[in-house]
């Protein structure tokens, strides 16, 4: 029974370990009263150098489904990127052609265009541009258009990668983020905070799109016709009133069922931070800036207040495991295998770090090899919040004891319920045998006795 629970022990860590790279560290700090953020639904995030190092900082209904509006747009290009190196297209010579089926498509939905013409013909490269910086439906239309066989087989390839990305709670049914939902108001076409944190935290691993994100302006040239200069739509991205210096990148949407919104990246002073805020309002301000204001708030309060501290030190004991079969050792130092760090509040007080210890099995028997892995440990502030963890291994090597070793076999042997059973068989054997030849004796000894007469 011992080995069968030892090795439900061990499946239930593995299992564990696989969940821990898909998401960042849960639960999340309040958001003080100085932070105004009005957004419907938000998540900010301190990003690690992996996604199994992102923080949690603040979550507000982020499993709760919103239109995408143009934030669709990072998935997009995503799939779009994908499928160019994994066909090896070459985005400066293909093209893609503007036609009056997919101009009747949009005709009358209000989605900012490039004001592509019937027949212009677009680089690859100039359609993904233009398509994610300036948010042109035209120009995500014919690049969808260009690399699947059809617009639904290209939207049907970006829910399959927002799958792989782990949305568990998004579908989308196009590619330029237009409002989709039944006659009884109910999204057809949705995402959540958190899916969308995923979907930015894979673009940012693309450099070729941030760096699409990230400029202000571009030119483009069709392939017969004279050059036009498209901005961003974001205004953070761009100089004005809005600007913001840290961004990296974003992607904004406008929905009329959900409002403003904008999936976003900031880099300062050597950290990173993604925020994404869903069906902004400020009514007492701007309200068509309200989603960069609730942005904006969020990064000062995660760059003002928020800083990487090391938690535990690589070799730092944490714990013991008794140890049997050592002959003058009966127990093993557990120590960190590596440095676990984390994005915490400045003013926390390290030693308010809650661990969580978690051991393979004990006692454990001789010998063990210094480095060998015996459990993890878990780090929680908060009561809840999860800000790290790592593998707990041996701080030296001990050697087995044959003494000890042959000791415990003779004990086995001496102690098992077996050993009497049989010693009591045997018992039971002789005396039968016994009573069997008294039996018999007597008997032959009747026998002589009846003879004489």
């Excluded at 993904?128 to 699947?148: F, K, N, P, R, Y």
């Excluded at 210096?245 to 406008?254: I, K």
Aim: proline share 3%.
């Amino acid at each position: 029974m011992r080995k069968l629970s030892y090795i439900a022990l061990a499946v239930f860590l593995f299992l564990f370990s696989l969940t821990w790279p898909l998401c960042a560290t849960a639960a999340g700090y309040t958001l003080p009263d100085s932070v105004t953020c009005t957004a419907r639904s938000a998540i900010l995030i301190g990003l690690g150098e992996d996604p199994s190092q992102d923080v949690l900082l603040f979550k507000r209904d982020e499993n709760t489904r919103r239109s995408p509006a143009a934030m669709a747009k990072l998935l997009m290009a995503a799939y779009a990127w994908g499928q160019i190196r994994e066909r090896g297209l070459d985005i400066d010579a293909v093209t893609g052609t503007w036609t009056q089926k997919l101009a009747d498509s949009i005709s009358g939905t209000g989605l900012a265009v490039a004001n592509m013409k019937v027949g212009n013909a677009w680089k690859l490269r100039d359609l993904l541009t233009v398509g994610l910086m300036g948010s042109a439906a035209d120009c995500c239309l014919v690049l969808a258009a260009t690399i699947s066989e059809s617009i639904d087989a290209f939207v049907s390839g970006m829910n399959d990668l927002a799958k792989e990305l782990g949305c568990t709670n998004s579908r989308f049914t196009n590619v330029t983020g237009l409002d989709h939902a039944d006659d009884e108001d109910n999204l057809l076409q949705y995402t959540t905070a958190w899916d969308m944190y995923l979907i930015t935290r894979h673009v940012l691993g693309i450099p070729e799109l941030t760096e699409i994100l990230a400029l202000s302006q571009t030119e483009v040239t069709p392939v017969e016709g004279s050059g036009q200069t498209y901005i961003n739509a974001n205004l953070m991205m761009r100089s004005g009133g809005q600007r913001y210096a840290p961004l990296v990148f974003g992607r904004t949407g406008y929905s009329d069922i959900d409002g403003r919104s904008i999936a976003s990246v900031a880099r300062q002073r050597g950290y990173d931070y993604l925020t994404v805020v869903i069906g902004t309002d400020q009514p007492d301000s701007d309200t068509a800036n309200a989603h960069y204001q609730d942005s904006r708030a969020l990064y000062t309060w995660a760059f003002d207040n928020f800083a990487y501290k090391t938690l535990l030190r690589k070799n730092e004991p944490v714990d013991q495991l008794a140890v049997e079969l050592a002959w003058s050792i009966d127990k093993v130092i557990l120590v960190t295998k590596e440095d676990i760090a984390s994005i915490v509040d400045k003013s926390l007080d390290i030693s308010m770090v809650r661990q969580e210890i978690t051991k393979t099995q004990e006692p454990i028997d001789a010998p063990i090899e210094k480095g060998e892995v015996f459990g993890k440990v878990e780090l929680y502030i908060n009561m809840d919040q999860k800000v790290g963890e790592c593998e707990l291994v041996a701080a030296e090597s001990i050697p087995r004891s044959d003494v000890l070793l042959l000791w415990r076999k003779v004990y086995t042997v001496i102690t098992s319920p077996w050993l009497y059973l049989g010693i009591l068989g045997i018992l039971l054997l002789f005396g039968g045998y016994i009573l069997l030849a008294f039996a018999m004796h007597k008997r032959r000894k009747n026998r002589k006795i009846l003879n004489r007469r």
